[in-house]
């Protein structure tokens, strides 16, 4: 038996020694967050705080692009109300691209495309994303820490 047909070997064997619970958790899981994450955008475009602090843990830490850090929940539900007051999401279409679970922790990276609007006018743009997920007693996924960036340099003041 060559090489390649002995790691094709045991490639399988550990594939069928997946125990099929592990399988079916680590799917729940990854639906789960892909749910949340569309929660999370159907809340911003809705321009509703409240639904969208209901998917963040209290002790989160926000990274907006080109602001400080929020950490914990009430200085994230100050960034979200401020944000929203002065943009409205008029469409948001994210997609997760790949999730890793451990344990009660799990981490989502994907992008979204969204178009903002403003007194400034309407600006679309794409973004990525890393969210780092907490499992909560409930079983439910929260966001501990969330980072992006958008893709486009963003206007100046200058």
Request: with cysteine.
């Amino acid at each position: 038996m060559n090489t390649i047909t002995r790691c094709f070997a045991v490639a399988a064997l550990a594939a069928a020694c997946t125990p099929p619970d592990d399988v079916s958790r680590h799917q729940q899981d990854v639906a789960a967050i892909t749910q949340a994450t569309e929660r999370w955008a159907d809340a911003f475009v809705r321009g509703d705080v409240d639904a969208a602090m209901a998917l963040v843990t209290p002790g989160a830490s926000f990274a907006p692009p080109n602001e400080p850090v929020a950490a914990g929940a009430p200085a994230i539900e100050a960034w979200a109300r401020t944000a929203l007051g002065q943009v409205s999401f008029e469409e948001v279409a994210s997609t997760v691209d790949s999730v890793r679970v451990a344990g009660d922790w799990a981490v989502s990276r994907g992008h979204w495309a969204v178009t903002l609007s403003s007194e400034g006018g309407v600006v679309t743009d794409t973004s990525r994303y890393v969210v780092i997920w907490e499992r909560q007693a409930d079983g439910t996924w929260k966001v501990a820490y969330d980072i992006w960036n958008f893709a486009q340099p963003q206007p100046t003041d200058e």
